[in-house]
T-cell receptor
Framework: LAKTTQPISMDSYEGQEVNITCSHNNIATNDYITWYQQFPSQGPRFIIQGYKTKVTNEVASLFIPADRKSSTLSLPRVSLSDTAVYYCLVGDGAAGNKLTFGGGTRVLVKP | EAGVAQSPRYKIIEKRQSVAFWCNPISGHATLYWYQQILGQGPKLLIQFQNNGVVDDSQLPKDRFSAERLKGVDSTLKIQPAKLEDSAVYLC????????????FGSGTRLTVV
């Protein structure tokens, strides 16, 4: 599985946009980029997945450049409840591959 | 759809005691995972089951940890004897098929070993 690098922590304020960039220089052709979110005292939950260009859902947007060596998770107009740890994962999810978490990015949203 | 159920929610034991955690996955999910999450770190996979068979237990400390998934549904994870460094949150997850977007995690059991 491709190794990922993301910032350890980020602070933001309510109403701002938060962008978390993840580096994955060794991403393979079949790999997808997946982001999970973990609130305090809860297990991680899936928020978004993409392969290339841009993906948007009701929670976030995911921007992936053409070379796919990095990706940016964008959280629009964050609120206090978006305070969480965000994990970037890269892999093809094929049988035998498991979710392997790094340290994640701790996002703290301040009032 | 009901989520992944785990119990107990919290457990405090003394070192060298034994402890067991229980997980009930989402109905129909063939694959079940146990993760260990130490404070400040990402979850680390301990064991993966496909139905009632073990697919991967390479990171399970087998001298003290054991897990089973009888009848391919519920699962239990046991630690005997516990060490101080086993203090962590133990997360159970299940998935219907392959693909990284389909994992559903429980809220975990927070174990404190004193």
């Amino acid at each position: 599985l491709a190794k990922t690098t993301q910032p350890i922590s980020m602070d933001s304020y309510e109403g701002q946009e938060v962008n978390i960039t993840c580096s994955h220089n060794n991403i393979a052709t079949n790999d997808y980029i997946t982001w999970y979110q973990q609130f305090p005292s809860q297990g991680p939950r899936f928020i978004i997945q993409g392969y290339k260009t841009k993906v948007t859902n009701e929670v976030a947007s995911l921007f992936i450049p053409a070379d796919r060596k990095s990706s940016t998770l964008s959280l629009p107009r964050v609120s206090l409840s978006d305070t969480a740890v965000y994990y970037c994962l890269v892999g093809d999810g094929a049988a035998g591959n498991k979710l392997t978490f790094g340290g994640g990015t701790r996002v703290l949203v301040k009032p | 759809e009901a989520g992944v159920a785990q119990s107990p929610r919290y457990k405090i034991i003394e070192k060298r005691q034994s402890v067991a955690f229980w997980c009930n996955p989402i109905s129909g999910h063939a694959t079940l995972y146990w993760y260990q999450q130490i404070l400040g770190q990402g979850p680390k996979l301990l064991i993966q089951f496909q139905n009632n068979g073990v697919v991967d237990d390479s990171q399970l400390p087998k001298d003290r940890f054991s897990a089973e998934r009888l009848k391919g549904v519920d699962s239990t994870l046991k630690i005997q004897p516990a060490k101080l460094e086993d203090s962590a949150v133990y997360l159970c997850a299940s998935s219907l098929d392959t693909g990284f977007k389909g994992y559903t995690f429980g809220s975990g059991t927070r174990l404190t070993v004193v």
